[in-house]
């Protein structure tokens, strides 16, 4: 797995420093209400059991925007968000135009989906689960950054093969406006298969050459410019590298060349016992002790064949499938399941709050009452569930819904089910694939641990990121707390888990009908016509002038019946009649 982390940063109401791409600045001045915009392109699914924790939330196919904005009204709002749209979609080079129609973007509540809420805003939600992401989106995302892929962490990024044949590719871009400043941080996502697989044991010899290539120095543009190596408690043995620092487990792999400096993340028990928890150890490789003459070039050797390590999973993990579908209904199904090896934190008789956000496009109809929750196989009464629901309009609003449930921290299973039923749809409404289905977009869920006297996200504890050994650079000793990367992962901001996007096949109407309707009409026109022509072109013998005279009054005012049926049918396509 590769985190790629770029933060730019400029103050606000100025012409933008070098460094700061100037499209962005002029984009969040000429939509002075948007405070927050993030649009995300992905491809693939996150696999929770074979990954574990995903550095930031993972995405869902497609494309996601979400705009937190401040609120003036109704149709002024609805024309930031169409603007918006349109001039990301340019940006980018994706179909985000499409997010403009009503139906296709909803305006959340109480869930905060794109983060936490700020004081006087909104937030505006829209997905589009059929975009696809490849080059022609990368390149435009490469102009964001001082050096694009030509110098620093980006020239990681040449390889677009590797990129695009990854299992897992996210980009993203987020672009924070404060009164002061403007801050924008680009991010991807990968996850790149390596090494070769067996049934019991894998042989993952690692090198960075062979996956991305070598990294040649920093960006001259850049402040602060690190390479990390993660090295996770689950992995077998810890690490050694050469001649360098190494983990205090006995080593089963090696890495080279030598970590100038080894980050650890202390976190703390939220119940109030300050018990200490080692969440990860990162090894730091600073790009400025490196050069065009002296490239990083970091790998890693397993010293023997090694069983399939389990690595770290989130607290609970979430999937949604369709439970059954007919011709005209069907169901949805929400699990939540936790891992028994996963340790709860806190006291044991605190409970966990699961959130959920959901949208659901209009051509499927949500019946409310049905909705039922069951833990750990128990039926639970309908006043367990806290729920926000605003219902669809045909083809104009789709539906809203947010809710919440208590869950025992004993608790390993807990399942929603929904009963909803399919709008017919019109026939220039079905996709031009329509036998493919429909796509209905991932939701989104939170858990959050009630303590006696607050509420806190599973997962954000009260961690630092501490020094063990570090080089200074030039003399001055870098301030790890300032990396942008590091603040990120203390906050470990992955508390929203996105589910799976659904696919579901709506009643498809006979396509050949139209097209049987139309060969057959071309049919009896043409034999018609053909008929009309032979009567007025081909010549018979007069047996006298009066007899051609009539013959030829006869042709004409055949030629003005048709000529008058002609027009009226055209006049009738244009609209005209």
């Known amino acids: 797995m590769a985190h790629f982390h770029f933060?730019?940063?400029?103050?606000?109401?100025?012409?933008?420093?070098?460094?700061?791409?100037?499209?962005?600045?002029h984009l969040a001045q000429a939509h002075a209400n948007v405070k927050d915009a993030q649009l995300r392109l992905t491809s693939g699914r996150w696999n929770y059991r074979k990954w574990g924790r995903p550095p930031q939330p993972a995405s869902p196919v497609g494309a996601e925007l979400v705009m937190n904005y401040v609120p003036v009204d109704e149709e002024t709002d609805l024309t930031l968000w169409r603007n918006l749209t349109h001039a990301l979609g340019g940006l980018f080079c994706t179909s985000l135009s499409f997010l403009a129609d009503g139906s296709k973007h909803i305006q959340p509540k109480?869930?905060?989906?794109?983060?936490?809420?700020?004081?006087?805003?909104?937030?505006?939600?829209?997905?589009?689960?059929?975009?696809?992401a490849c080059t022609e989106n990368l390149t435009p995302w490469l102009k964001l950054l001082p050096c694009r892929d030509v110098a620093g962490i980006g020239s990681l990024l040449k390889n677009r093969r590797k990129l695009y044949d990854s299992l897992y590719h996210s980009m993203g871009s987020h672009l924070q406006v404060t009164d002061k400043l403007l801050v924008l941080t680009n991010t991807i996502l990968l996850v790149i298969p390596t090494g070769k697989y067996s049934k019991d044991r894998i042989s993952r010899n690692w090198a960075l050459e062979e996956q991305l290539g070598n990294v040649q120095g920093p960006c001259p543009s850049a402040q602060s410019s690190h390479v990390y190596v993660q090295a996770s408690k689950s992995l077998p043995g810890g690490a050694d590298m050469k001649g360098g620092l190494s983990l205090e487990e006995?080593?089963?792999?090696?890495?080279?060349?030598?970590?100038?400096?080894?980050?650890?993340?202390?976190?703390?028990?939220?119940?109030?016992?300050?018990?200490?928890?080692?969440?990860?150890?990162?090894?730091?490789?600073?790009?400025m002790l490196y050069s065009k003459q002296k490239p990083l070039r970091l790998e890693l050797e397993w010293k023997e064949d090694v069983k399939a390590w389990e690595p770290e999973w989130p607290l609970f993990i979430a999937h949604s499938y369709i439970a059954h579908s007919t011709g005209d209904s069907g169901s949805i199904a929400y699990e939540f399941r936790r891992r028994t090896t996963v340790p709860i934190l806190g006291a044991p008789e605190n409970k966990l709050q699961v959130c959920l956000f959901q949208y659901i496009p209009w051509f499927l109809r949500v019946w409310v009452h049905t909705l039922t929750l069951g833990i750990d196989g128990q039926l639970q009464p309908e006043g367990a569930l806290a729920l926000h629901y605003l219902p669809s309009r045909d083809r104009v609003q789709p539906t809203l819904m947010e809710l919440c449930f208590d869950l025992p921290k004993t608790a390993k299973?807990?399942?929603?089910?929904?009963?909803?039923?399919?709008?017919?749809?019109?026939?220039?409404?079905?996709?031009t694939d329509a036998s493919r289905g429909e796509d209905i977009p991932a939701a989104v869920a939170s858990v959050i641990e009630i303590f006696p006297d607050n509420i806190t996200e599973v997962g954000k504890l009260d961690s630092t990121w501490?020094?063990?050994?570090?080089?200074?650079?030039?003399?001055?000793?870098?301030?790890?707390?300032?990396?942008?990367?590091?603040?990120?992962?203390?906050k470990f901001p992955t508390q929203h888990i996105y589910l799976d996007g659904l696919m579901i096949s709506m009643t498809i109407p006979d396509f050949s009908m139209p097209y049987n309707?139309?060969?057959?009409?071309?049919?009896?026109?043409?034999?018609?016509?053909?008929?009309?022509?032979?009567?007025?072109?081909?010549?018979?013998?007069?047996?006298?002038?009066?007899?051609?005279?009539h013959r030829k009054l006869k042709k004409a005012a055949m030629l003005a019946v048709f000529g008058i049926l002609m027009t009226a049918a055209a006049a009738r396509d244009a609209g005209y009649i």
Do not use: W
């Open 7 to 25: 933060q730019l940063a400029a103050e606000r109401g100025e012409e933008p420093s070098q460094g700061f791409p100037h499209a962005i600045a």
């Open 110 to 132: 109480y869930f905060p989906v794109g983060g936490p809420f700020r004081e006087r805003t909104m937030t505006r939600y829209g997905v589009l689960p059929r975009e696809a």
């Open 250 to 287: 006995t080593a089963g792999f090696s890495l080279s060349p030598a970590a100038p400096s080894l980050l650890d993340c202390e976190a703390k028990d939220p119940s109030g016992k300050n018990a200490t928890i080692s969440r990860s150890t990162l090894l730091d490789y600073p790009l």
């Open 413 to 431: 299973h807990a399942l929603l089910t929904l009963e909803f039923q399919k709008v017919f749809l019109r026939r220039t409404e079905y996709p």
């Open 466 to 490: 501490k020094s063990i050994e570090a080089f200074p650079l030039h003399g001055v000793p870098d301030d790890v707390t300032d990396r942008p990367l590091l603040q990120l992962l203390e």
């Open 517 to 549: 309707v139309c060969t057959f009409s071309s049919t009896v026109v043409s034999f018609a016509f053909t008929s009309l022509l032979v009567l007025l072109v081909k010549p018979k013998p007069a047996k006298d002038a009066k007899e051609d005279k």
